[in-house]
């Protein structure tokens, strides 16, 4: 398996751009969710997904918009991209609620100029 | 609001030298707590959870509700410990938010 999976690993964006972080997992796991994580902060929950057709927002959900069409599948828009976005972001699933083991993948670093 | 406070950022000990992470936490209710780690080129990944009592790779964490604190504890470290480790704080066994704090970066020196 292999597990959680996150497209690209780098990414440069200009401001006003949009883009799509592509997450997926093979565990068929239903709760997954989007993290950032800036210098000096811990990771903070953006938007997150307890199964298909269902999304809720987390901590920091500004700017951002998920979708979650399928089990596998969890995307995470960036609508018009600001320097402030400028982060480190993390796909993570669990079999259930947030709380159980989640599995995280390898991260996005993505920079906004 | 909840909040989760690892007061170093860095930690050097000896190998073979107990450690101790420190971890506090800030929440009126009944929260659960976790430790996970990121080895070096690795993913983050679970270490041990309040709830199950285990230990894992020789740590230990307890729960002290008075002093709202889960300290990680290891009686000898070891080289292959060396990682960066984060508290994280769930307000209820199936909640859907983890809080994280800000990381603590262990470094064993051989």
């Known amino acids: 398996n292999a597990g959680v999976t996150q497209t690209p690993k780098f990414q440069v964006l200009k401001t006003g751009q949009s883009m799509t972080l592509q997450c997926a997992q093979d565990m068929n796991h239903e709760y997954m969710s989007w993290y950032r994580q800036d210098p000096g902060m811990g990771l903070r929950l953006i938007h997150y997904s307890v199964g298909a057709g269902i999304t809720d927002q987390g901590e920091v959900p500004n700017g951002y918009n998920v979708s979650r069409s399928t089990t596998e599948d969890f995307p995470l828009r960036l609508l018009s991209a600001a320097p402030s976005q400028t982060s480190v972001y993390f796909c993570?699933?669990?079999?259930?609620?947030?709380?159980?083991?989640?599995?995280f993948g390898p991260g996005t670093r993505l920079t906004v100029t | 609001a909840q909040r989760v406070t690892q007061p170093e950022k860095l930690l050097s000990v000896f190998k073979g030298a107990p450690v101790e992470l420190k971890c506090n936490y800030s929440y009126s209710g009944s929260p659960e707590l976790f430790w996970y780690v990121q080895y070096s080129r690795q993913r983050l990944q679970l270490l041990l959870r309040h709830i199950s009592r285990e230990s894992i790779k020789g740590f230990t964490a307890d729960l002290n509700k008075g002093e709202t604190s889960f300290h990680l504890k290891k009686p000898f470290a070891q080289e292959e410990d060396s990682a960066m480790y984060y508290c994280a704080l769930s307000l209820s066994l199936g909640a859907n938010n983890l809080f994280f704090g800000t990381g603590t970066r262990l470094t064993v020196i051989p």
């Open positions: 993570a699933s669990s079999w259930d609620r947030g709380t159980y083991e989640q599995y």
